[in-house]
């Protein structure tokens, strides 16, 4: 199986902050990344899929870029309503697999 | 709109079976693969399964933990996802949530269900 990694497992950052996770894969996925956001008890929501493209509907401060074992998830500018856990999960081989997670609150 | 709505979850003993259950809505259901995510409380995520059409038939595809004890399956008729799951363990205790495959790719989950909490305990 591919194993997903995160860093950091959890921030704390303030209103308006440029906020930054990564997540490495234990072998080339090249762009078979996706990135979801979960709040306190709701389902996960896509905000990136293909390592770069964002979701329909989702805001333009979330961005993602990378490819093979490296990946980058941004924040450009930090929102009281950002504060989540965010996950990533490839898809280039099966099973799928998703990292640990990284939790994001306000500082 | 879309909507996809679980049911079927409860408390079960270990060995025993549950099926689970995912009324879909406001799409073309036949066209889209769908799956099965879980997550085990206070837990990241976890993916199950996935059914999905190939052109040739349908295929499905499990997680190691849940192969050979799992089954999913759909009624497109019905707009119905399943999930049979059988000799069930403790370490099965997790809200399941169906997931609708992406439009660009059946591999990103675009749509998910409220969830449906499976506990194993005796």
């Known amino acids: 199986d591919i194993l997903m990694t995160q860093s950091p497992s959890s921030l704390s950052a303030s209103v308006g902050d440029r906020v930054t996770i990564t997540c490495q894969a234990s072998?080339?996925?090249?762009?078979?990344l996706n990135w979801y956001q979960q709040k306190p008890g709701k389902a996960p929501k896509v905000l990136i899929y293909?390592?770069?493209t964002l979701e329909t509907g989702v805001p333009s401060r979330f961005s993602g870029s990378g490819s093979g074992t490296d990946f980058t998830f941004t924040i450009s500018r930090l929102q009281p309503e950002d504060i989540a856990t965010y996950y990533c999960q490839q898809y280039d081989n099966l099973p799928v697999t998703f990292g640990p997670g990284t939790k994001v609150d306000i500082k | 709109q879309v909507q996809l709505v679980e049911s079927g979850g409860g408390v079960v003993q270990p060995g025993r079976s549950l099926r689970l259950s995912c009324a879909a809505s406001?799409?073309?259901?036949?066209?889209?693969?769908m799956h099965w995510v879980r997550q085990a409380p206070g837990k990241g995520l976890q993916w199950v399964a996935v059914?999905?059409?190939?052109?040739?038939?349908?295929?499905?595809s499990y997680a190691d933990s849940v192969k050979g004890r799992f089954t999913i399956s759909r009624d497109n008729s019905k707009n119905t996802l399943y999930l049979q799951m059988d000799s069930l363990r403790a370490e099965d205790t997790a809200v399941y949530y169906c997931?609708?495959?992406?439009?660009?790719?059946?591999?990103?989950?675009?749509?998910w269900g409220q969830g449906t909490l499976v506990t194993v305990s005796s």
């Open positions: 072998q080339d996925i090249s762009n078979y």
């Open positions: 406001g799409f073309s259901f036949s066209s889209y693969a």
């Open positions: 293909d390592a770069s």
């Open positions: 059914i999905y059409f190939d052109g040739s038939g349908s295929t499905e």
């Open positions: 997931a609708r495959g992406g439009d660009s790719n059946g591999w990103y989950f675009d749509y």
